[in-house]
């Protein structure tokens, strides 16, 4: 089940951790600045979470939690 949590509740219980994120809300409506989403995926691999953010799979985003930058993988697509 989903748990939704702002960027900085994401790093403080999933540290140093890759997540698969959904239904982000970006902060000022930026679409670059994480402030929240849905975690979906806390067990599975950078590389698995990839291959499903690349197959459009579930609308998961790859994202790693120490990260304050894009989360991996959007830069392209943006």
């Not at 994120?21 to 975690?39: R, W």
Request: cysteine-free.
């Amino acid at each position: 089940m989903a748990e939704r949590l702002t960027r900085e509740q994401m790093a403080e219980k999933y540290p140093n951790t890759y997540l698969g994120i959904t239904n982000i809300k970006y902060e000022n409506d930026d679409g670059v600045t994480l402030e929240s989403a849905d975690v979906v995926y806390t067990d599975k691999t950078g590389r698995e979470l990839l291959t499903m953010q690349l197959a459009g799979k579930e609308g998961i985003i790859r994202w790693y939690t120490n990260d304050n930058g894009l989360p991996t993988g959007v830069a392209g697509v943006l």
